[in-house]
């Protein structure tokens, strides 16, 4: 069994800032992570990030996780665990990690949970071809492990990712068959949707995909014309030659762990599903388990370091690393920083949810009632 002060479960960008906030104020900090490599999304993304130039805006998401892994490394009370597989945590605090084979036990003061996203899909007849991706494995294919995932990639999805994805497989010389996107509009910034119009790829929207086809693996997809009810328009539909399928249809908060936790949860749609209600400290309704990052809601990666540090402060704070002046002016300082961020047109959506969350029923979803058989 080890024991240390503060656990952060996710190594991307809210956990590597959350470890390093802490740290830098003395905490003895452990990051864990479930990967080889530290840095969450950011690993797999090759372009130069939008968002707030504050939080590196304009750095390529490799280069910035890089720099946030540095500045982690750099910190004397820190400690990475790669390959370290958060799977449960007991009812007396005990963490159960699987770790390069063998389970490991871990007894932390204060929990940070940065545990990020999953990527959500679409059930249709053939949606269990191989060939059929997600967006975010179609980047680590591509982006990680160099390997193609296809020649002609039908892509589902026109928000930054999908548009994003679809720029990033032109640069790998992959075709990109259409965009298809069911609202009216597209999602994602009007510059990422120009570049991919630019290199000839139709973006269809007001669209849907109905179909994969094939036998053994991907041959094609059938995809048709929706009204605003999401009808399909009679005589619309029509098969588009492809070899892969790649969603890009959202993101959920990945917050199993909280569940296990009895963390309070809402479902919060703009926030992407069910996510922690937690007070201005990151801190959820367990007393010393606090969420950042995409796994407190889907944002972006400035929104997700921001929140990390805030985490991260407040944890070392509880454990009385930070003398409450400081505390009280590098929490203010952080929320405003959040708050502009959040204060733009593209900040709608998540204002939205974070209202909707402060006055939501909320759930604690107890799997086995005491005294039952399990
Ligand atoms: C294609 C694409 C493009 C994007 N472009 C931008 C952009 O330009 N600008 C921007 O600001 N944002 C961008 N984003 C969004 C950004 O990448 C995410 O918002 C951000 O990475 C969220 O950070 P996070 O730390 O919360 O989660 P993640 O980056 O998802 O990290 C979570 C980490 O937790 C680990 N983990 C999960 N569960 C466990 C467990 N049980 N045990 C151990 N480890 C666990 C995972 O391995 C992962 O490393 C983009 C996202 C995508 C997919």
Not at 216 to 243: L, M, S, Y
Request: include cysteine; charged fraction near 20%; hydrophobic fraction near 40%.
């Amino acid at each position: 069994m080890l024991d240390c002060e503060i656990a952060v479960v996710g190594g991307g960008p809210a956990g590597l800032c959350a470890a390093a906030e802490a740290s830098e104020w003395g905490a003895g900090v452990l990051l864990l992570d479930r990967d080889r490599m530290p840095g969450g999304q950011l690993v797999k993304q090759t372009h130069r990030f939008f968002g707030s130039e504050a939080q590196r805006a304009g750095t390529r998401g490799i280069d910035i996780a890089g720099i946030l892994h540095d500045r982690l490394e750099a910190s004397p009370s820190a400690a990475v665990w790669r390959e370290a597989d958060v799977v449960a945590r007991y009812d007396d605090g005990v963490l159960g990690v699987e770790r390069r084979g063998r389970w490991e036990k871990i007894r932390p003061q204060k929990l940070i949970f940065a545990t990020g996203a999953a990527e959500k899909t679409l059930a249709v007849p053939g949606s269990d071809l191989p060939g059929v991706y997600g967006a975010g494995a179609v980047q680590t294919l591509m982006n990680v492990h160099g390997v193609r995932p296809g020649h002609r990639v039908l892509m589902v999805g026109a928000g930054n990712i999908g548009l994003i994805v679809s720029y990033q497989l032109l640069q790998a010389e992959i075709g990109v068959a259409a965009v298809v996107e069911a609202t009216r509009e597209v999602g994602g910034y009007w510059v990422h949707a120009s570049k991919i119009r630019r290199l000839g790829v139709p973006i269809l929207t007001g669209h849907t995909l109905l179909e994969v086809t094939g036998t053994d693996f991907v041959r094609g997809a059938v995809v048709a014309e929706i009204d605003e009810n999401w009808k399909i328009q009679p005589g619309t539909r029509r098969e588009i030659e492809c070899d892969a399928v790649c969603l890009a249809v959202g993101l959920g908060p990945l917050g199993d762990l909280m569940w296990q936790c009895g963390c309070e949860m809402a479902w919060i749609s703009e926030l992407g599903g069910y996510v922690p209600r937690r007070n201005e400290e990151m801190e959820t309704s367990v007393e010393g388990i606090y969420v950042a990052g995409d796994a407190a809601g889907i944002e972006e990666a400035s929104a997700a370091m921001m929140e990390g540090r805030l985490a991260g402060l407040a944890a070392a704070h509880a454990l009385g690393y930070v003398p409450p002046h400081q505390f009280t002016r590098i929490r203010s300082e952080i929320a405003s920083e959040l708050y502009h961020l959040r204060s733009g047109p593209t900040g709608d959506v998540t204002r939205r949810g974070l209202a909707a969350l402060r006055g939501a029923p909320v759930r604690r979803q107890v799997l086995v009632e005491e005294g039952e058989p399990c």
